[in-house]
């Protein structure tokens, strides 16, 4: 007899978990392992938005429930924000849901917009949560296959229409975890009209869209003209503002759908500790010269390693987002051997392409969140390994 439910022992197993354990046995070991794995900020939150937490965190009257949907302070940030930075309008009342991180948004909202059996069209490669969401919520995620060809954008061409009509929902990220591929409006124009046409509800999460260089700015798939017809889009502050252990992000979009998912928000969560949504509004309100700055440090260490890289013969786009670099794996490893490869031989995590999707394989990735000494330290133990591989002919 167990204790535990089908739908928790269903869920794959945790693909990061193996290298956490050998990452530890090798530290034991006196190896000084360097963890390019975590996709998560190694940099501060900023001080102003530490300042507000604490002043906020002083008011007795921030101590008491939030509203379901997020305090109007947070929310009005939130359309500020689309005002500024995308020329987009939205309505704070109805229109904007302060969520506790995307992970958590984008959990709840397959609970509230697909029923069991329902179909939903995730990009592959693409983060996995996506995956799992949809597995908990009884849905069935069926790959739309992203190929670097074509910047791994959809090719909505190739899907069966079968499956199209099975499909209730669409997601895509962009600039991308873990491709690092960047778009512009058309992608978004084309993936509204893919969605009118075929009757879905369009999800965008937009988790990098302030981390941008090289003169790029992502758009928002807000800017379609009838985007609320047909799309919601998650935005988060752990990215753009070093806050991932915060939990604040929001949904924005089509109003029956954020309303539903203000209905199991109301029933689970009662939503974020109120100085956290108001430091939060405050980082949202600034004139965005925190998430410059960090930017500006992926930028380095991003043209750092790609210099690497090239010289090493590994061949990668340098991206013009994220904190990501993918690359392509040497001629003659699996995703997972050049992983293991990197972890004995040079002690460095990188995470195998596949753990995002089949169509990652023959990739990997790597998240620059350590300094760019660091960076250093993995090129001089990667020009000391032998990158040719095995032939596999
Ligand atoms: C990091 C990340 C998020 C952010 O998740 P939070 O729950 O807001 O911290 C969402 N989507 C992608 C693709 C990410 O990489």
Known sequence: MSFVSDKVRDLPPYLFAEFQRRKKELQADGVDVIDLGIGAPDLPTPEFIIDRLVAESRLPTNHRYSSYSGCAEFREAVADYYKRRYQVELDPESEILAVIGSKEGLAN???AT??????????????????TAVQLAGGESVSLRLDHQNGYVPLYEELDQAVIDRAKLMLLNYPSNPTAATVNFNTFLKAITFSEENR?????????DMITYNGYKAPSVMQVPNAKDHAVEFGSLSKSFNMAGWRIGYA????????????????????QFLPIQKAAAAALSSDFKAAEANSYVYQIRMEKLHRAFEKLGIQA?????????????????????????????????????NAFGAQGEGYFRVALTVPAERLDEVIHRMEQIDLKGVATE
Do not use: C
Request: proline share 8%; hydrophobic share 45%; net charge negative.
């Open 109 to 111: 909202l397959m609970h």
């Open 114 to 131: 697909i029923n069991p059996g329902d179909a939903v069209l995730v990009p592959d490669p693409g983060y996995p949560v996506y995956r």
């Open 200 to 208: 879905l509800l369009f999800v965008h999460d937009a988790a990098y």
């Open 252 to 271: 924005v979009g089509n109003k029956e759908v954020i309303q539903a998912l203000s209905t199991i928000k109301s029933n689970i969560d009662t939503s």
């Open 317 to 353: 786009d340098k991206p013009n987002g994220t904190m990501f670099l993918w690359a392509k794996v040497p001629h003659g490893y699996s995703s997972m051997e050049f992983a293991e490869k990197m972890l004995l031989e040079a002690g460095v995590i990188v995470t195998p392409g």
